[in-house]
């Protein structure tokens, strides 16, 4: 008697069904949500994504591929990071040093997640703020990066057709983590370079009193501070203002801090943490933060995002909610011993801060030689570039006509500010921090080669210090290693990595 | 108006249950062997912590992995950045084939169509997201995972109506029960938008039978736009006869079902390395559906909760040794038996029959006899009296939707047999002072019971104290 065959389930994949019909009856028989397109992944901004899939630079084996300048990607301190974990390898779990963890570390699955955890974050988050805040353990969240955390503290604030105010420019998979699942809408608060992106009152009002006439249910203002796309820090006036914009009308603020450690230059970083210290009469419970670790330390992979909020009811709530994206324990627990190192940390967030400074620097100067200029930073791992002068018109329209040159003549991937839903035409976001400084020189050249400068200055001397570096996620999609990076061969979504 | 939102202020997420009270009484008095010997013993936490030996052993032979290396080369950037959402290519093979292997080749697992999530808990919750919403209504067959209550309704607003199973036929699902949860649902104006079953069985610890589950793909087929997920995390714990059935199988083998019929579009299975090989703490879950706008929604929603690149990475080695992971399944099972077995005569011993099973981490145990009525009062009297008097940290069936009172879950793979045995005994010398009891103290613990205004409901509420590792209660 013949045992049954081995049924490849994919072969039904392959038969014969009408497509129409498909999608019909999948609107029929699926949600809302998985059928509209509010996760964002289908606005045509992500030519330029595909562009580089399609076709991506590598220093030696394809160097008139497209270069990706649209990924805010903290590349800059991995020798530093190796260099820990080879001088501590109880931290893993999986070593000799440290297996003796294994059991206990992959069957906790608690909530509350690893008490060295808690503490190595606030630790860290402390430290970024020059210890100037201390963090308690018992309020930070997890949640599935930054991403799981702002959908998170989402659910946790506002209903379905609930608003929260957001200033522009801003992250474009906002609409994605703030609204997709939750049914949360989003209201601009235009700002522009007419005061260099300043968030005034007078803006908060207007499109707070627009939301009420529209009889819509206004639960709170987010900002992203440091902000991406501008790359700034907002002064402590201004935060204070924000608090106290937010506490009159009794609405949340959500401040996503996840740049704070990529602060490279004066003004140094104030917090909203540190600002409510100095606030009497403050209503805290209005105020939440969101943190990471995938800009400060570059490690998106990990998924660490956190939810810390001043509000009792939001901390107990949120931590049963974080069980729908804890960060794995084996991560947690190798974070905790990183991040408890006193010595290691506070070394790292110096050089990290010089090594942004100098990129920072590098690229500027050399957008400076052919009269680019950008909105002044101080922080993130982009600059705000200013290509109005090579606008056709000031028209939208004219900025993604630019935007597919740069892409397919230039080739480099850069972010069009109408993505971030900038209210002005001709912005551009580029990101320097993914790439080896021998990218830089051939990205800062192709540029000037676009602008009409031929591109034969030296850069200047530089001290390079890793020397032998390659694109490391190109080596691996040519050396066909099976780990892959996050530009493997199988068609992979911007939105994962368009941050 | 409302300062934080309905979700926030509910209680929705089901930890006010009786259920936590047990766990709070645990965490305030654990037992440990040197410690704490009269502690209270957890058995309400489905956790498998038999064969970790073996994990350790691999990592021992594989220094490689420990490392972030392979072949020599440092990984660690590229794992850092990694956080593309179709996951690990090599990760997801060995996931796939893992699968395979567990259904004994039976059925074979496409990569293509598998999405990876940070645990069950988050694949169920997706999985809801993308079938259905507020209005609609999912049939589960009782008694259920108290856990669902959270997972499936709580964010995504659907609801869930229970098939009423009984002891009388082992609590399998009838097609009368089926029809009856259906117009239940109907009356509260709800959209039925499918099933889900848990199978291998929690709590029974039971797999389920062939004719159920062609039950069940009979109802969603005669309706076309309904669902059938078939939640198998305990697949890989079936240690005897008769062996594990996928839903996936039984499709496969109707005749009435053409290749392709659209049928395959509405079965979902999910899946987790939580139970089969005991690392809830890595959360690894997955959602495998053949349904293409399900994947591609699924995935865009697991930006919300992806797997830790480090743990793919690591897990991608481990599963891709197929002679590890043969070798694992098979002694995995062989102790999950014993152990098993032990808690069965331990039982007996004590007069404590359970429902016969052959798979999970616990035992669906008969303590009918031990109430002093037929009602869920009672259940909770007795429960309260174990965990507190006997110390030992069991489920009550109504924790679990059952519809009849008297039945408890007890854990037996999340200790060491020494613990298990001392349970054991503490368990029969309670059943032997319960039963030589008096018929006036009886009634006085009736009368007592009845006097408390809590009790009108099954559920308590509990005060707004955090409870520690709610979410493991699987």
Known sequence: MCAPEATNLSMHKQLPFCTLKKQSLNMEILSKIATNDKHGENSPYFDGWKAYERNPFHLTKNPQGVIQMGLAENQLCFDLIEEWIRNNPKASICTPEGVHQFRDIANFQDYHGLQDFRNGMANFMSKVRGGRVRFDPDRILMSGGATGANELIMFCLADPGDAFMVPTPYYPAFVRDLCWRTGVQLIPVHCDSSNNFKITLPALEEAYQKAKEEKINVKGLIITNPSNPLGTTLDKDTLKSLVSFTNQKNIHLVCDEIYAATVFNTPSYVSVSEVIQEMENCRKELIHVICSLSKDMGFPGFRVGIVYSFNDTVVNCGRKMSSFGLVSSQTQHMLASMLLDENFVTKFLEESSRRLAERHDKFVKGLEEVNITRFPSNAGLFCWMNLKGLLEEQSFESELKLWRVIIHEVKINVSPGSSFNCSEPGWFRVCFANMDDETVDVALKRIRAFVGKEGTKKPLGFKRWRPNLRLSFSSSKFDHETVLSPHSPIPTSPLVRAT | ?474
């Open chain 2, 1 to 474: 108006m409302r300062l934080l939102s309905t979700k926030a202020t509910c209680d929705t997420h089901g930890q006010g249950s009786s259920y936590f009270i047990g766990w709070e009484a645990y965490e305030k008095n654990p037992y440990d062997e040197v410690h704490n010997p009269k502690g209270i013993i957890q058995m309400g936490l489905a956790e498998n912590q038999l064969s970790f030996d073996l994990l350790e052993s691999w990592l021992e032979k594989n220094p490689d992995v420990s490392g972030f290396k392979r072949d020599g080369k440092s990984m660690f950037r590229e794992l850092a950045l990694f956080q593309d959402y179709h996951g690990l290519p090599s990760f997801k093979k060995a996931l796939a084939d893992f699968m395979s292997d567990i259904r004994g080749n039976k059925v074979t697992f496409d990569p293509n169509h598998m999405v990876l999530t940070a645990g069950s808990t988050s694949a169920n919750e997706t999985l809801m997201f993308c079938l259905a919403e507020e209005g609609d209504a999912f049939l589960l067959p009782t008694p259920y995972y108290p856990g669902f209550d959270r997972d499936l309704k709580w964010r995504t607003g659907v609801e869930i109506v229970p098939i009423q199973c009984t002891s009388s036929n082992n609590f399998q699902i009838t097609e009368p029960a089926l029809q009856q949860a259906y117009q239940d649902a109907c009356k509260r104006n709800l959209r039925v938008k499918g099933v889900l079953v848990t199978n291998p069985s929690n709590p029974l610890g039971t797999t389920m039978s062939r004719s159920e589950m062609n039950l069940l793909v009979d109802f969603i087929k005669s309706q076309n736009d309904m669902h059938l997920i078939s939640d198998e995390i305990y697949s890989g714990t079936v240690f005897s006869s008769p062996g594990f059935v996928s839903v996936m199988e039984v499709l496969k083998e109707r005749n009435d079902l053409k290749d392709g019929d659209e049928i395959w579009n509405r079965v979902h299975v999910i899946y987790s390395l939580s139970k089969d090989l005991g690392l809830p703490g890595f959360r690894v879950g997955v959602i495998y559906s053949e349904n293409d706008t399900v994947v591609a929604a699924a995935t865009k929603m697991s930006s919300f909760g992806l797997v830790s690149s480090q743990t793919q990475y690591l897990l991608s080695a481990m599963l891709e040794d197929k002679k590890f992971t043969k070798n694992y399944i098979v002694e995995n099972q062989k102790r999950l038996k014993r152990r098993q077995r032990m808690l069965v005569s331990g039982l007996k011993k004590a007069g404590i029959s359970c429902l016969e099973s052959n798979a999970g981490l616990f035992c669906w145990v008969d303590m009918r006899h031990l109430l002093h009525s037929n009602t869920f009062d009672a259940e909770i009297e007795l429960w309260k009296n174990i965990v507190y008097k006997v110390g030992l940290n069991i489920s009550p069936g109504s924790s679990c939707h059952c519809s009849e009172p008297g039945w408890f879950r007890l854990c037996f793979a999340n200790m060491s047999e020494e613990t298990l045995n001392l349970a054991m005994k503490r368990l029969k010398g309670f059943v032997v002072e319960s039963t030589s009891t008096t018929q006036s103290h009886r009634s006085a613990l009736f009368n007592a019971s009845s006097k408390r205004n809590s009790l009108t409901k099954w559920v308590f509420r509990l005060s707004s104290r955090d409870h520690h590792r709610d979410q493991e209660e699987r």
